[in-house]
């Protein structure tokens, strides 16, 4: 059965960057069928995609978010990694890492989210 | 850039039929899924590719994609549906989702 787990810092000050990393076991990141995805969701409110990494190092990026973004993918360790930068308080969300099937366009594995939360 | 439109809340009584709407310019012509978010918990893929349900989603949940509408039914609603419900499509490169339904059973 595979798993997702995120792991990294749940405080982070405003302006500093937010790092986490989502180890992926029971499975291969280097499949070719998946990309691997972050998403986000405020307390209260909807999901957010921030983007999505393939096991070459391709990438896609949320529009909105993708001057602050950078995603990367250890195959060695079986692990994907999120950098976001110059966080706010608009930042704190509960973040979850997935793995996202590319030709049925779905996300069929999370995490089980971790909350990161800026403030001084 | 693409937007999935979906209602902010739902209500149902136990036993009936519940209809989640998710509009979208042609997302007739994309795949659409639905997540099941309840609190607390991370969201479960309850459909994809329009229609289809993964193993262990009940026979009670089904979808349908035409025009510009998504549709997700779940039929015999039991108090254990009551969750958010967001629709998700992909879009010129991007994952769109939809700004989530409140289903309440009462």
């Known amino acids: 059965q595979l798993q997702l787990q995120e792991s990294g810092p749940g405080l982070v000050k405003p302006s500093e960057t937010l790092s986490l990393t989502c180890t992926v076991s029971?499975?291969?990141?280097?499949?070719?069928?998946?990309?691997w995805g972050w998403i986000r969701q405020p307390p209260g409110k909807g999901l957010e995609w921030i983007g999505s990494?393939?096991?070459?190092?391709?990438?896609y990026y949320n529009p909105s978010l993708k001057s602050r973004v950078t995603i990367s993918v250890d195959t060695s360790k079986n692990q994907f990694s999120l950098k976001l930068s110059s966080v706010t308080a608009a930042d704190t969300a509960v973040y979850f890492c997935?793995?996202?099937?590319?030709?049925?366009?779905?996300?069929?594995?999370w995490g089980q989210g971790t909350l990161v939360t800026v403030s001084s | 850039s693409y937007e999935l439109t979906q209602p902010p809340s739902v209500s149902v009584s136990p036993g009936q039929t519940a209809s989640i709407t998710c509009s979208g310019d042609?997302?007739?012509?994309?795949?659409a899924c639905w997540y099941q978010q309840k609190p607390g918990q991370s969201p479960v893929l309850v459909i994809y590719?329009?229609?289809k349900r993964p193993s262990g989603i009940p026979e009670r949940f089904s979808g349908s994609n035409s025009g510009n509408t998504a549709t997700l039914t779940i039929s015999g609603t039991q108090a254990l549906d009551e969750a958010d419900y967001y629709c998700?499509?992909?879009?010129?490169?991007?994952?769109?989702f939809g700004g989530g339904t409140k289903l309440t059973v009462l």
């Open positions: 029971g499975g291969s990141i280097s499949s070719s069928s998946y990309y």
């Open positions: 590719q329009d229609d």
């Open positions: 042609k997302l007739g012509d994309k795949y």
């Open positions: 998700q499509a992909w879009d010129s490169s991007t994952v769109v």
């Open positions: 997935a793995r996202y099937v590319v030709v049925i366009a779905n996300f069929d594995y």
């Open positions: 990494i393939y096991y070459s190092g391709s990438t």
